[in-house]
């Protein structure tokens, strides 16, 4: 076993050592045997001895039980084996609770997600599973959070405190962005660190004030800027107001239908056909009208993306998806289960000679249009675990760009770009990860160790 091997079997028994823990006392609590006639009095005094023997608050012990004894059983065990921490069981429990027709396939799903996020992205992973599995549900969970939005001050010790919010995510994205895009316009020999130009621009874009730069020459009047965009995905059906799959906000998760189609009715469109007819791959590059003919072309090592591409849509194609989402579903469970059976899935090689590529495939660099493809098809890194919004990342060419013979090496297409961010970016090109293009748009991903990962497109495993 490998040292990464040693580590992973040593959480996985803390993780079980802690369901252990858990286990036994709401065991000691509720089945105590009690002949006193105040039964709850009684469950009242096991609480505060579990507390005080466990050194934890009554409230952690009320927790424990309250989300323990409302576990599908399915849950608990993966509870008990190590395989969830504390905290995905929690949220796994919580996201359950309002939910009606589970079925073992549901749970499954759930449970793999939970398992295969990192700790902070565990919510957004679970509540993907549950808006594709029931959109309604969804929507009603979503509308009874949203009335629990506020706001709370904590202070902190030296003269320090702190802020939070809590809200929808659209809410929070738009606020991130009118931040990040204030500190970003300071100049790049600005001397603070990034934390505090954030903080500094969130102070004066919520004071409606200057944000002064460390240089004496530069000011950035944060009520003139521009306001940033978001981009939110959201298929035909649901932008026409029939029944339709749930949004999804970039970088963020699932938003339900109607809250898509709000945001969307004030936003520059741009139609993404997602199924087609014919190959839209060697398209998407090939002006349609005078007007796309001066599409911007974006730097892909440049962090943030173009301008927006009014009503861009490509001439063939249909909105339908459904076949492609089921072939896609079926083939990321099976790799998941079998890694080694990767190979049934390879994409093969383009014919090089028989269908020469377009002009734009031979440039490294790729279109604006190309570009938001790309983003729309990947909300974040590929990387596994990796939460950066594509947005924010490098398009990286999964097979290398010969710049010598550009015919000879891999093509700037759909089929071989994929979004990293710089730090696995650079991990990829020093070659200590290896990223391999799959059917769907599934790309195969292998660490130092030859561990295997498969990430799929759009907001399957987000």
């Not at 790049?188 to 004030?209: C, E």
């Not at 199924?275 to 911007?296: F, G, H, Q, V």
């Not at 049934?344 to 570009?371: D, E, Q």
Request: proline share 9%; net charge neutral.
């Amino acid at each position: 076993m490998t040292v990464i091997d040693d580590v992973l079997a040593s959480q996985r028994a803390a993780y079980a050592a802690h369901a252990a823990t858990v286990r036994g006392a709401v065991a000691y609590i509720t089945e105590s045997p009690s002949g006193h006639h105040d039964a709850d009095a009684v469950e009242r005094a096991l609480v505060s001895e579990v507390a005080a023997r466990l050194t934890v608050s009554r409230r952690t012990v009320l927790d424990w039980i309250g989300t323990y004894c409302a576990a599908p059983p399915a849950v608990r065990d993966a509870f008990h084996s190590g395989l969830l921490p504390w905290a995905a069981f929690r949220s796994l429990c919580r996201a359950l609770a309002g939910t009606t027709h589970r079925d073992e396939r549901l749970l499954g799903r759930l449970i793999d997600a939970a398992c295969g996020a990192t700790p902070g992205a565990v919510p957004a992973a679970i509540d993907g599973v549950l808006a594709e599995y029931d959109a309604t549900w969804h929507r009603k969970a979503r509308e009874a959070a949203t009335a629990e939005r506020g706001m709370t001050v904590r202070r902190l010790p030296r003269g320090q405190a702190e802020l939070r919010l809590r809200g929808p995510a659209e809410m929070i994205a738009d606020m991130s962005r009118r931040v990040t895009d204030a500190a970003r316009r300071l100049c790049g020999t600005d001397s603070r660190p990034l934390p505090a130009r954030l903080f500094d621009a969130a102070h004066a874009v919520i004071t409606r004030s200057a944000l002064s730069c460390t240089c004496p020459h530069r000011d950035v009047d944060t009520a003139a800027l521009p306001i940033p965009r978001a981009c939110i995905v959201i298929d035909a059906a649901t932008a026409a107001g029939l029944p339709g799959e749930p949004g999804h906000l970039l970088g963020w998760g699932p938003v339900p239908a109607d809250t898509a189609r709000r945001i969307a009715a004030d936003a520059t469109w741009q139609a993404v056909i997602t199924e087609a007819t014919t190959n839209p791959a060697a398209r998407l590059d090939r002006p349609s009208s005078r007007a796309d003919s001066s599409l911007p072309v974006a730097n892909p090592h440049r962090r943030g993306r173009p301008r927006p591409l009014p009503g861009w849509v490509p001439d063939v194609g249909s909105t339908a998806r459904s076949t492609a989402w089921t072939a896609m579903r079926t083939a990321v469970d099976f790799l998941r289960a079998h890694p080694d059976q990767e190979d049934r899935f390879r994409l093969l090689p383009p014919n090089r000679i028989a269908t020469p590529p377009p002009p734009s495939a031979l440039v490294y660099a790729p279109s604006a249009a190309l570009r938001a493809v790309v983003e729309a098809r990947y909300a974040t890194c590929v990387a596994p675990g990796c939460l950066v919004p594509s947005s924010d990342c490098d398009l990286d060419h999964v097979e290398p760009f010969d710049h010598d013979e550009p015919l000879l090496g891999g093509w700037t297409e759909l089929r071989n770009l994929e979004p990293l961010c710089r730090t696995h970016h650079n991990d990829k090109t020093a070659g200590l990860w290896t990223y391999r293009m799959l059917e769907h748009g599934i790309v195969a991903i292998r660490d130092p160790h030859a561990h295997r990962y498969f990430t799929a497109p759009d907001r399957l495993d987000r």
